[in-house]
T-cell receptor, first 110, second 109 residues
Framework: NAGVTQTPKFQVLKTGQSMTLQCAQDMNHEYMSWYRQDPGMGLRLIHYSVGAGITDQGEVPNGYNVSRSTTEDFPLRLLSAAPSQTSVYFCASGQGTEAFFGQGTRLTVV | RKEVEQDPGPFNVPEGATVAFNCTYS??????FFWYRQDCRKEPKLLMSVYSSGNEDGRFTAQLNRASQYISLLIRDSKLSDSATYLCVVRGSARQLTFGSGTQLTVLP
Protein backbone atom coordinates (compact mmCIF):
# COMPACT_ATOMS: atom_id res chain seq x y z
CA ASN A 1 0.00 0.00 0.00
CA ALA A 2 1.77 3.17 -1.20
CA GLY A 3 -0.08 5.71 1.01
CA VAL A 4 1.16 9.20 0.12
CA THR A 5 3.82 9.47 -2.56
CA GLN A 6 5.82 12.64 -3.12
CA THR A 7 8.27 13.38 -5.90
CA PRO A 8 10.99 14.41 -6.21
CA LYS A 9 12.77 13.68 -2.92
CA PHE A 10 15.46 16.29 -3.58
CA GLN A 11 15.58 19.32 -5.86
CA VAL A 12 17.90 22.25 -6.44
CA LEU A 13 16.47 25.25 -8.28
CA LYS A 14 17.90 28.53 -9.41
CA THR A 15 16.18 31.73 -8.34
CA GLY A 16 13.33 32.51 -10.71
CA GLN A 17 12.80 28.96 -11.93
CA SER A 18 9.44 27.30 -11.60
CA MET A 19 8.66 23.71 -10.73
CA THR A 20 5.92 21.39 -9.54
CA LEU A 21 6.11 19.11 -6.54
CA GLN A 22 3.96 16.05 -7.08
CA CYS A 23 1.78 14.39 -4.45
CA ALA A 24 -0.45 11.37 -4.91
CA GLN A 25 -2.44 9.28 -2.43
CA ASP A 26 -4.18 5.97 -2.92
CA MET A 27 -6.35 5.99 0.21
CA ASN A 28 -9.32 7.84 -1.33
CA HIS A 29 -8.96 10.69 1.17
CA GLU A 30 -10.90 13.87 0.52
CA TYR A 31 -8.61 16.13 2.55
CA MET A 32 -5.07 16.87 1.33
CA SER A 33 -2.60 19.53 2.32
CA TRP A 34 0.89 20.89 1.76
CA TYR A 35 3.25 22.00 4.55
CA ARG A 36 6.71 23.43 4.66
CA GLN A 37 9.06 22.72 7.55
CA ASP A 38 11.84 25.11 8.50
CA PRO A 39 14.23 24.83 11.46
CA GLY A 40 12.64 26.04 14.69
CA MET A 41 9.31 26.81 13.05
CA GLY A 42 7.51 23.51 12.86
CA LEU A 43 5.27 22.63 9.94
CA ARG A 44 3.35 25.50 8.40
CA LEU A 45 0.32 25.01 6.18
CA ILE A 46 0.71 26.31 2.62
CA HIS A 47 -2.51 25.19 0.88
CA TYR A 48 -5.14 22.57 1.46
CA SER A 49 -8.03 20.91 -0.33
CA VAL A 50 -11.22 19.35 1.03
CA GLY A 51 -12.01 17.56 -2.20
CA ALA A 52 -11.56 17.52 -5.96
CA GLY A 53 -12.02 20.99 -7.43
CA ILE A 54 -11.74 22.75 -4.05
CA THR A 55 -8.59 24.40 -2.72
CA ASP A 56 -7.88 27.05 -0.13
CA GLN A 57 -4.97 28.97 1.32
CA GLY A 58 -3.20 28.12 4.51
CA GLU A 59 -0.84 30.15 6.67
CA VAL A 60 1.93 30.76 4.10
CA PRO A 61 0.44 30.59 0.56
CA ASN A 62 2.43 33.34 -1.18
CA GLY A 63 4.55 32.10 -4.06
CA TYR A 64 2.71 28.78 -4.36
CA ASN A 65 -0.24 27.51 -6.38
CA VAL A 66 -2.18 24.27 -6.11
CA SER A 67 -4.89 22.47 -8.02
CA ARG A 68 -7.01 19.40 -7.29
CA SER A 69 -8.40 17.93 -10.46
CA THR A 70 -8.69 14.42 -9.01
CA THR A 71 -9.08 12.96 -5.52
CA GLU A 72 -5.68 11.27 -5.82
CA ASP A 73 -3.40 14.13 -6.91
CA PHE A 74 -2.54 17.45 -5.30
CA PRO A 75 0.46 19.11 -6.98
CA LEU A 76 2.19 22.18 -5.55
CA ARG A 77 3.62 24.70 -8.00
CA LEU A 78 6.37 27.18 -7.23
CA LEU A 79 5.82 30.04 -9.64
CA SER A 80 9.20 31.80 -9.42
CA ALA A 81 11.50 30.20 -6.88
CA ALA A 82 13.17 32.37 -4.25
CA PRO A 83 15.87 31.49 -1.69
CA SER A 84 13.24 31.98 1.05
CA GLN A 85 11.46 28.91 -0.34
CA THR A 86 14.38 26.67 0.57
CA SER A 87 12.70 24.21 2.88
CA VAL A 88 11.43 20.68 3.35
CA TYR A 89 7.95 20.23 1.86
CA PHE A 90 5.47 17.63 3.07
CA CYS A 91 2.24 16.58 1.47
CA ALA A 92 -0.40 15.00 3.70
CA SER A 93 -3.79 13.40 3.30
CA GLY A 94 -6.33 12.41 5.90
CA GLN A 95 -9.86 11.30 6.54
CA GLY A 96 -10.81 11.65 10.17
CA THR A 97 -8.30 12.10 12.93
CA GLU A 98 -5.02 10.98 11.39
CA ALA A 99 -2.90 12.76 8.78
CA PHE A 100 -0.63 10.60 6.62
CA PHE A 101 2.47 12.30 5.30
CA GLY A 102 4.60 11.73 2.26
CA GLN A 103 8.35 11.30 2.69
CA GLY A 104 9.05 14.95 1.94
CA THR A 105 10.85 16.97 -0.71
CA ARG A 106 14.05 18.77 0.23
CA LEU A 107 14.18 21.89 -1.93
CA THR A 108 17.12 24.23 -2.17
CA VAL A 109 16.86 27.48 -4.10
CA VAL A 110 20.18 29.07 -4.99
CA ARG B 1 2.35 34.45 19.95
CA LYS B 2 2.48 31.04 18.26
CA GLU B 3 -0.77 29.08 18.19
CA VAL B 4 0.94 26.00 19.57
CA GLU B 5 3.99 26.36 21.78
CA GLN B 6 6.40 23.69 22.91
CA ASP B 7 9.68 23.65 24.76
CA PRO B 8 12.15 22.86 21.95
CA GLY B 9 14.54 21.01 24.24
CA PRO B 10 16.72 19.18 23.58
CA PHE B 11 15.94 16.68 26.29
CA ASN B 12 18.79 14.24 26.87
CA VAL B 13 17.77 11.43 29.20
CA PRO B 14 19.26 8.04 30.13
CA GLU B 15 17.57 4.81 29.13
CA GLY B 16 14.85 3.89 31.58
CA ALA B 17 14.11 7.47 32.58
CA THR B 18 10.69 9.09 32.62
CA VAL B 19 10.36 12.27 30.60
CA ALA B 20 7.49 14.70 30.16
CA PHE B 21 6.77 17.18 27.40
CA ASN B 22 4.39 20.08 27.63
CA CYS B 23 2.49 22.07 25.07
CA THR B 24 0.12 25.03 25.20
CA TYR B 25 -2.32 26.20 22.55
CA SER B 26 -3.91 29.60 22.13
CA UNK B 27 -7.17 28.89 20.28
CA UNK B 28 -9.83 27.89 22.80
CA UNK B 29 -12.04 26.64 19.93
CA UNK B 30 -9.55 23.89 19.06
CA UNK B 31 -11.30 20.57 18.80
CA UNK B 32 -8.78 17.74 18.51
CA PHE B 33 -5.33 17.20 19.88
CA PHE B 34 -2.50 14.89 18.94
CA TRP B 35 1.12 14.00 19.46
CA TYR B 36 3.11 13.17 16.34
CA ARG B 37 6.59 11.72 16.25
CA GLN B 38 9.18 12.73 13.66
CA ASP B 39 12.44 10.88 13.23
CA CYS B 40 15.44 12.72 11.82
CA ARG B 41 14.89 13.64 8.16
CA LYS B 42 11.64 11.65 8.00
CA GLU B 43 7.97 12.49 7.79
CA PRO B 44 5.82 13.01 10.91
CA LYS B 45 3.72 10.05 12.06
CA LEU B 46 0.83 9.96 14.48
CA LEU B 47 1.90 8.79 17.94
CA MET B 48 -1.42 9.19 19.71
CA SER B 49 -4.53 11.28 20.00
CA VAL B 50 -5.13 13.17 23.24
CA TYR B 51 -8.46 13.02 25.05
CA SER B 52 -9.80 15.10 27.92
CA SER B 53 -9.99 12.05 30.16
CA GLY B 54 -6.34 11.26 29.51
CA ASN B 55 -5.20 8.21 27.61
CA GLU B 56 -2.42 5.71 27.69
CA ASP B 57 -0.70 3.61 25.04
CA GLY B 58 1.88 1.34 26.58
CA ARG B 59 4.66 3.53 27.99
CA PHE B 60 3.06 6.72 26.65
CA THR B 61 0.47 8.78 28.51
CA ALA B 62 -1.19 11.88 27.11
CA GLN B 63 -3.20 14.44 29.05
CA LEU B 64 -5.35 17.38 28.00
CA ASN B 65 -6.46 20.27 30.19
CA ARG B 66 -8.95 22.33 28.18
CA ALA B 67 -9.35 24.98 30.89
CA SER B 68 -5.61 25.70 30.87
CA GLN B 69 -5.23 24.92 27.16
CA TYR B 70 -2.40 22.59 28.00
CA ILE B 71 -1.36 19.22 26.61
CA SER B 72 1.24 16.84 27.96
CA LEU B 73 3.02 13.66 26.94
CA LEU B 74 4.71 11.37 29.45
CA ILE B 75 7.12 8.67 28.34
CA ARG B 76 8.01 6.04 30.94
CA ASP B 77 10.97 3.64 30.81
CA SER B 78 12.58 5.47 27.86
CA LYS B 79 14.14 3.36 25.13
CA LEU B 80 16.89 4.32 22.69
CA SER B 81 14.28 4.00 19.94
CA ASP B 82 12.22 6.80 21.52
CA SER B 83 14.83 9.33 20.33
CA ALA B 84 12.96 11.63 17.97
CA THR B 85 11.22 14.98 17.79
CA TYR B 86 7.75 15.05 19.32
CA LEU B 87 5.25 17.41 17.73
CA CYS B 88 2.21 18.77 19.53
CA VAL B 89 -0.64 19.17 17.04
CA VAL B 90 -4.01 20.88 17.34
CA ARG B 91 -6.96 20.81 14.96
CA GLY B 92 -9.62 23.48 14.75
CA SER B 93 -13.10 23.36 13.31
CA ALA B 94 -11.86 23.78 9.74
CA ARG B 95 -9.87 20.51 9.86
CA GLN B 96 -6.49 22.16 9.43
CA LEU B 97 -3.73 20.92 11.68
CA THR B 98 -1.53 23.42 13.50
CA PHE B 99 1.86 22.10 14.58
CA GLY B 100 4.13 23.09 17.38
CA SER B 101 7.79 23.44 16.50
CA GLY B 102 8.61 20.17 18.25
CA THR B 103 10.55 18.93 21.25
CA GLN B 104 13.72 16.99 20.55
CA LEU B 105 14.38 13.91 22.70
CA THR B 106 17.62 11.93 22.81
CA VAL B 107 17.70 8.80 24.94
CA LEU B 108 21.26 7.94 25.94
CA PRO B 109 22.60 4.43 26.58
Amino acid sequence: NAGVTQTPKFQVLKTGQSMTLQCAQDMNHEYMSWYRQDPGMGLRLIHYSVGAGITDQGEVPNGYNVSRSTTEDFPLRLLSAAPSQTSVYFCASGQGTEAFFGQGTRLTVV
Amino acid sequence: RKEVEQDPGPFNVPEGATVAFNCTYSNSASQSFFWYRQDCRKEPKLLMSVYSSGNEDGRFTAQLNRASQYISLLIRDSKLSDSATYLCVVRGSARQLTFGSGTQLTVLP
